[in-house]
């Protein structure tokens, strides 16, 4: 079983007393109904914080191209009229998206995947939910490429139009291998309670599979049950259209539409 990442640690602030999280959008100007209401949606959000647990959007290839008139820099507008606090934690599409940007429209970087999220009493284990998902062993290999120091400083040296048509690439490609697959691989339970053991933590919330659920892992050491709630993908473009909040407040844990949050 692979090692037990580092953790990092977030404690919510005492004005916070609703916490939305939401994951896997893909934004993108293919989308347009996508990135309406995810607009929509933010700039009319009763939380106190909006937590994006990765793959905001379907490609990032670097700050710099968040010019003017651009999708990213609309995008960046819509960060800037949400009156929530935002946290970001990078997914496996726009895992180059950098500090510069989330500063500039303040939201509060999350570094390490997984994260603790201290909220009242309770810890809720943070992640992507990409690094659960072990039996994609090329996706592991190719994760553990790109993630390297070396591999991003020599891709955000190219050009921005050199690296834009690579990421329409491989897009395509990502497209491409979808269409003969049966399903996104999925996390891996016994590790999921290992984080969760490791964590000391009973819930962990995960996006990346597009497999919105909530599964019982069974009791920790203390009896206490564990459990592993899948967010939703949003697709608003689709034939089956698909997007869902979910909310932790005093009551616990809801999943909502957009227009409700």
Same mark, same amino acid.
Do not use: K
């Given at each position: 079983?692979?090692?037990?990442?580092?953790?990092?640690?977030?404690?919510?602030?005492?004005?916070?007393?609703?916490?939305?999280?939401?994951?896997?959008?893909?934004?993108?100007?293919?989308?347009?109904?996508?990135?309406?209401?995810?607009?929509?949606?933010?700039?009319?959000?009763?939380?106190?914080?909006?937590?994006?647990?990765?793959?905001?959007?379907?490609?990032?290839?670097?700050?710099?191209?968040?010019?003017?008139?651009?999708?990213?820099?609309?995008?960046?507008?819509?960060?800037?009229?949400?009156?929530?606090?935002?946290?970001?934690?990078?997914?496996?599409?726009?895992?180059?998206?950098?500090?510069?940007?989330? !500063?500039?429209? @303040?939201?509060?970087?999350?570094?390490? /995947?997984? $994260? =603790? #999220?201290?909220? &009242?009493?309770?810890?809720?284990?943070?992640?992507?939910?990409?690094?659960?998902?072990?039996?994609?062993?090329?996706?592991?290999?190719?994760?553990a490429q790109v993630r390297?120091?070396?591999?991003?400083?020599?891709?955000?040296?190219?050009?921005?139009?050199?690296?834009?048509?690579?990421?329409?690439?491989?897009?395509?490609?990502?497209?491409?291998?979808?269409a003969t697959q049966a399903?996104?691989?999925?996390?891996?339970? !016994?590790?999921? @309670?290992?984080?969760?053991?490791?964590? /000391?933590? $009973? =819930? #962990?919330?995960? &996006?990346?599979?597009?497999?919105?659920?909530?599964?019982?892992?069974?009791?920790d050491a203390h009896g206490?049950?564990?459990?592993?709630?899948?967010?939703?993908?949003?697709?608003?473009?689709?034939?089956?259209?698909?997007?869902?909040?979910?909310?932790?407040?005093?009551?616990?844990?809801?999943?909502?539409?957009?227009?409700?949050?």
């Open positions: 079983m692979p090692a037990v990442p580092a953790f990092g640690e977030l404690q919510a602030p005492a004005h916070w007393r609703t916490v939305d999280f939401i994951s896997d959008l893909h934004l993108g100007p293919e989308e347009p109904r996508t990135f309406d209401a995810w607009a929509r949606y933010l700039g009319r959000t009763r939380a106190d914080a909006v937590i994006i647990l990765g793959d905001l959007f379907e490609a990032w290839v670097g700050d710099d191209a968040a010019v003017p008139g651009s999708f990213e820099a609309r995008c960046g507008q819509v960060l800037d009229g949400c009156q929530a606090d935002m946290a970001f934690m990078r997914g496996n599409r726009d895992f180059l998206l950098g500090h510069d940007f989330l !500063a500039r429209h @303040r939201v509060r970087e999350l570094a390490s /995947d997984p $994260t =603790v #999220l201290t909220f &009242g009493q309770q810890r809720y284990l943070l992640s992507h939910g990409d690094l659960l998902c072990t039996d994609d062993v090329a996706y592991q290999q190719f994760r390297s120091p070396q591999w991003q400083q020599a891709f955000l040296a190219r050009p921005l139009a050199e690296r834009q048509a690579i990421a329409r690439q491989m897009r395509a490609q990502s497209q491409a291998h979808q399903a996104y691989a999925d996390a891996d339970a !016994a590790l999921a @309670r290992q984080w969760l053991r490791q964590a /000391d933590a $009973t =819930v #962990l919330i995960h &996006g990346h599979t597009h497999r919105p659920a909530d599964h019982a892992l069974g009791p206490r049950p564990l459990t592993q709630v899948v967010l939703s993908d949003w697709h608003i473009d689709a034939r089956t259209q698909r997007a869902q909040v979910l909310r932790l407040d005093e009551q616990g844990l809801t999943r909502l539409p957009p227009e409700a949050a």
